[in-house]
């Protein structure tokens, strides 16, 4: 019933979602305050990246475990 594939499913269609917020939020933080050029486009890019990966991870665990608990 839990499948641990749909928590990576919908794991990842919300770290896209938060990945986009984090992208938006650090780009604007860091065009305004720290670096000039190219380098916030960057940073915000990595801290987008480590956003979803880090939902995903999330989501699969949770299933993982709701999956063995559960059944």
Avoid: Q, W
């Avoid at 499913?9 to 896209?16: Q, Y």
């Avoid at 938006?24 to 990966?53: M, N, Q, V």
């Amino acid at each position: 019933m839990f499948s641990p594939l749909l928590f990576v499913l919908i794991g990842a269609i919300f770290g896209f979602l938060a990945a986009l917020g984090a992208f938006l939020i650090t780009f604007e933080e860091y065009k305004k305050h720290f670096l000039a050029g190219s380098r916030p486009f960057h940073e915000a890019f990595r801290t987008a990246l480590l956003t979803f990966f880090i939902f995903v991870a999330l989501a699969f665990i949770a299933g993982y475990i709701l999956s063995k608990k559960i059944l």
